[in-house]
């Protein structure tokens, strides 16, 4: 919520800061705890104490709103919200099915793992994507057809700075698993570069375009369409090549 908060309200300097939290904060405070306290659990509590402050600015970012918006249609803003609730919670059971159904396929743990390192996004394209989509909203509601031309420009903006690394990405990701990792998770790659191939889709923002409309229930039936397509398809084409 925070980098989305951030990029709509255009606080750059915060966003930064933000980032550097993100990529310094959270590998320290877990390999900190680990290894200070070699006990079972201890490392997620240094998670958790990472993540206390983010709770804290997001609390305060938010009252200080809530108090300048006392006049909003709380019921309304109910509805809205919990449509938006169910599409998040969709959002977070697709990869727990996709881990299922690796489960389900292949007994052998070593499997899974390799799925587990591989099956993964490029962070930077989804937070930026998502940003942009919450920056969009109001445009969207306000001048329609304004923030079309907007949309495209924006959306422009960030294909010329993704795809080139995400292609070079691509392209060396055996190199790179091999040398973050190790040899044995060079299979993991290969699903990497399929998600990679993915931020095509995920630059192809229709969520302000829908919020704009009010019609919230339209993700919520894309996303429960997406997840039974994936399930009966994974599990028919798993039948018959495995």
Do not use: C
Request: proline content about 5%; hydrophobic content about 55%.
């Amino acid at each position: 919520i925070l980098p989305a908060y951030y990029l709509s309200r255009q606080k750059a300097g915060a966003l930064w800061l933000l980032s550097l939290y993100y990529l310094f904060g959270f590998p320290i405070s877990f390999i900190i705890f680990d290894q200070q306290y070699p006990m079972e659990g201890q490392a997620l509590l240094g998670l958790l104490i990472w993540v206390f402050p983010l709770v804290i600015i997001l609390s305060v970012e938010y009252f200080s709103k809530y108090a300048q918006h006392q006049a909003v249609n709380t019921k309304q803003v109910w509805v809205k919200w919990r449509m938006l609730l169910v599409y998040s919670l969709l959002a977070v059971i697709a990869p727990l099915i996709d881990a299922w159904l690796v489960q389900f396929w292949y007994n052998d743990p070593s499997v899974f793992a390799m799925f587990r390192y591989g099956a993964r996004e490029l962070p930077l394209v989804g937070t930026l994507a998502a940003g942009l989509s919450t920056a969009m909203i109001p445009q969207f509601s306000r001048d329609w057809l304004g923030s079309l031309d907007d949309l495209r420009v924006r959306i422009r903006r960030l294909v010329i700075y993704l795809y080139p690394p995400v292609i070079l990405i691509i392209i060396f990701a055996p190199v790179l698993y091999e040398y973050v990792f190790s040899k044995e998770f060079i299979s993991s790659s290969y699903i990497f570069q399929i998600y990679l191939m993915l931020t095509i889709s995920q630059l192809l923002i229709v969520q302000p375009l829908v919020l704009a409309r009010g019609k919230e229930k339209w993700l919520v039936q894309a996303a429960v369409g997406e997840l039974i397509a994936n399930l009966v398809l994974s599990l028919i084409l798993g039948y018959y090549f495995g």
